[in-house]
């Protein structure tokens, strides 16, 4: 049997579905406006919108000449009318301000000859609401000559424009937050890290920090996976980058040298769960500057099934740690001669009497003069001499021996493993640069730096407390020599005590 034909819509149908079309719908006249264009173009018109803003009373006659045969009742409850005809009179409160730019546009389509176009624009209601509308305009078949027929239809999208512009505003703000942060931030996606951690479990890996002592190469492999997604202008001024293009190349200069132990702390913590991280690290610049480091590192939560989402913040510690390192230099250093203090003699010594090694040699030693040039010159004259003693001494001895002042002008050398060899070595070195000191200085000051030497030898098993002493004494007797005269010795060294 033959297909039945499909039964044909009454006109009165056609009626019903125009007006209970769920979307505004406007069947309007637009041949006024199509014979207002054609005087136009008989004129030479040839720029529409040039044409239009020379005289605003023009755009005023293009809406005149549009005529509106009927709407749909979606139209009336979307723009507040009570019928049609009140709608009509008050077409002047529906295209107002901001409305009349959107039109010009659409005019401007028609002028060009399209008979079917788009364009989101701006209506308002009679109560004054704003809407933004999507609008389709469209000249029915058979009217493209006069375009006496046209179907217009309105789609409301104020709400999803705020949607949008809200969204929009949220996205500057962030994005705004993340560029001017006085922070280095990183947004980064580790999922590749992920997966090689994943590979190694299912190999059945339980030890994994034995897995990347034996697999060091693990952990560059796990760095080359890192992908840097964006950074903020705080990193680039910290890292000394023109671009972020620059920055991105040069990734290797950033993360080199110990960055590669840094990295494999991280990776374990990675490994134990620990996706949320801070520890201190070493970058460098791209001029290749040391820059301490705090870093912050966190997985999204909401990307924790891929960290294809990781932020890392660094701060730059750089300043703090050189203060830090002044004052544990304070702490050990004496200021003027720039070799080591007291407070760090006393405690090498504790070291050396539990730990060695064996034999040790202690070296006493005394400035010559001292006093005298204090005396009868300046205390600044003293202390430019003492700086000279440090010159000279910090250069005498290289690690592990050292050099101390322990007193004003009493310094002590610490040789540990040294013999009576090593003590002659010294002797000698020192008597050498003493006397290119003095070269040096012969034409400055005409202050001669002159030193008295005692040295003793500890064994194991034997104090060195009392090889202190012993150097101290021997020292004495050198200085007695240096004045041509007897110099007792100081009530605790004579008694047997430590100085």
């Given at each position: ?9 009454a ?42 803003a ?9 809406t ?33 301000d ?8 659409e ?13 989101r624009?701006v209506?308002?209601t ?42 929009a505003?949220?996205e ?52 080359q ?22 920055l ?9 040298g ?8 991280q ?6 769960g ?31 099934q ?28 004496d ?35 001292l ?43 610490l ?12 002797r ?20 001669a ?9 500890c064994?194991?098993g ?38």
């Amino acid at each position: 049997m033959p297909a039945p034909t499909p039964p044909m819509l009454a006109p009165n149908d056609d009626q019903s579905m125009f007006d209970l079309a769920p979307v505004s719908l406007w069947l309007e006249d637009f041949g006024g406006l199509k014979r207002l264009f054609d005087g136009w173009r008989a004129q030479g018109v040839q720029d529409l919108r040039a044409y239009l803003a020379q005289d605003p009373s023009r755009l005023t006659a293009c809406t005149a000449a549009l005529k509106v045969i009927k709407v749909n009742q979606a139209t009336l409850q979307l723009f507040g009318a009570a019928s049609l005809d009140e709608l009509v009179d008050r077409m002047g409160d529906v295209f107002r301000d901001d409305a009349g730019e959107h039109m010009l546009h659409e005019l401007e389509q028609l002028w060009g000859g399209a008979l079917h176009f788009e364009d989101r624009t701006v209506n308002y209601t009679l109560d004054g609401r704003r809407l933004e509308v999507d609008v389709r305009v469209r000249v029915l078949p058979g009217h493209e000559q006069t375009w006496g027929r046209v179907l217009v239809s309105l789609d409301d999208v104020t709400e999803q424009s705020r949607t949008a512009a809200a969204l929009a505003r949220s996205e500057r703000y962030a994005r705004g937050l993340f560029e001017r942060s006085p922070v280095s931030l990183w947004v980064e996606d580790f999922s590749g890290i992920r997966r090689l951690l994943e590979e190694v479990r299912v190999q059945g890996i339980r030890d994994f920090g034995t897995f990347l002592k034996v697999h060091p190469e693990f952990i560059s492999r796990c760095m080359q996976e890192i992908r840097v997604l964006d950074v903020n202008e705080e990193t680039l001024r910290m890292f000394g980058a023109s671009s972020k293009d620059e920055l991105l190349r040069r990734l290797p200069d950033i993360f080199q040298g110990e960055m590669h132990d840094s990295f494999a702390e991280q990776l374990r913590d990675l490994w134990d769960g620990r996706t949320t991280q801070q520890r201190e690290v070493v970058n460098h610049s791209l001029s290749g500057e040391a820059i301490h480091i705090h870093m912050q590192l966190a997985v999204l939560p909401e990307h924790m099934q891929r960290w294809d989402l990781v932020l890392v913040s660094l701060v730059d510690i750089t300043a703090r740690k050189r203060a830090e390192a002044y004052l544990e230099y304070l702490g050990t250093h004496d200021v003027l001669t720039q070799l080591r203090n007291r407070t760090w003699y006393t405690e090498e010594i504790k070291r050396l009497a539990r730990k060695g090694p064996w034999p040790v040699a202690v070296m006493a030693i005394d400035m010559n003069g001292l006093k005298r040039v204090n005396d009868e010159v300046s205390h600044a004259a003293g202390d430019a001499l003492l700086r000279r003693a440090g010159e000279v001494l910090g250069k005498c001895v290289d690690a592990p021996a050292s050099v101390a002042r322990i007193g004003g002008d009493e310094f002590a050398i610490l040789l540990p493993g040294g013999d009576e060899r090593a003590v002659q070595a010294v002797r000698d070195r020192l008597a050498s640069l003493v006397e290119v000191n003095n070269q040096f200085y012969a034409g400055t000051s005409g202050h001669a730096l002159s030193f008295a030497i005692g040295a003793a030898l500890c064994s194991p098993g034997e104090s060195l407390e009392a090889a202190l002493l012993r150097a101290d004494r021997a020292m004495y007797s050198d200085k007695a020599q240096h004045y041509g005269t007897g110099i007792a010795l100081p009530p605790a060294a004579a008694a047997g005590e430590e100085r």
